[in-house]
């Protein structure tokens, strides 16, 4: 009886309070304007992706490697699809569909994102220069390639080898001199640098491990 008193009292408080400040007049509520969507940084997703999937891996997670897949597969990459390398949205859902271990509805959800995936734009900032390169390094040896820097501008380059391997990426610039080095002993080093002037940059992928690797070569 008292919860009942106590609610009857509140019900007659709110009514009486909307006679008592019900507005002549009411406008319909304001609708935000929608905010012009921004086109995420391709290379940092591609990391992003590879952090993505590393977790899916760890955890035995196949709804995390579809994330991650349809994370790299929104990237306009230049190369084929096809390629043999690990790192492609074909070989992340590949890896989904080991990890949903014959479920059905997964297996069902993996076809489906596999299917409707965006794969971008055919151009974009991230399709100017080395979009993406795949290359086999042996063991205990190295690919190199030189790229022309602008000025003023962040130089970024990932290399996303095969599980498991261990690579080292340096970058020199025209007087010979290492202007950055990733040697963490992981398959994905990335060196980011901003050149003061224009100029040639040579870059060393080094496969530090006893067996070849494929590596997924990235920059902007």
Do not use: H, W
Request: with cysteine.
């Amino acid at each position: 009886m008292k919860l009942l008193a106590l609610a009857c009292m509140a019900f007659a408080t709110v009514g009486a309070a909307g006679q008592t400040t019900a507005p002549s007049t009411s406008q319909p509520p304001s609708i935000p304007e929608e905010k012009t969507k921004v086109a995420p940084d391709p290379f940092a997703q591609a990391l992003a992706a590879r952090s993505v999937a590393d977790f899916a891996r760890r955890e035995r997670d196949p709804v995390a490697m579809i994330i991650a897949a349809r994370m790299l597969r929104e990237i306009p990459f230049s190369d084929p699809e096809e390629s043999a390398a690990g790192f492609t949205p074909a070989g992340l859902f590949a890896e989904a569909k080991v990890l949903a271990r014959g479920d059905a509805m997964l297996l069902t959800q993996i076809s489906v994102a596999q299917a409707t995936a965006s794969r971008g734009v055919s151009e974009s900032a991230f399709g100017k220069g080395l979009v993406r390169s795949v290359q086999t390094v042996n063991p205990r040896s190295g690919y190199q390639f030189t790229v022309q820097a602008k000025g003023g501008e962040p130089l970024r380059v990932g290399a996303i080898g095969d599980i498991g391997t261990a690579l080292l990426m340096r970058i020199q610039d025209g007087a010979g001199r290492t202007v950055c080095l990733d040697d963490n002993g992981d398959y994905g080093p990335v060196c980011q640098l901003t050149p003061k002037s224009a100029g040639k940059y040579r870059i060393d992928i080094v496969n530090k491990s006893g067996v070849k690797s494929r590596a997924v070569i990235l920059s902007n």
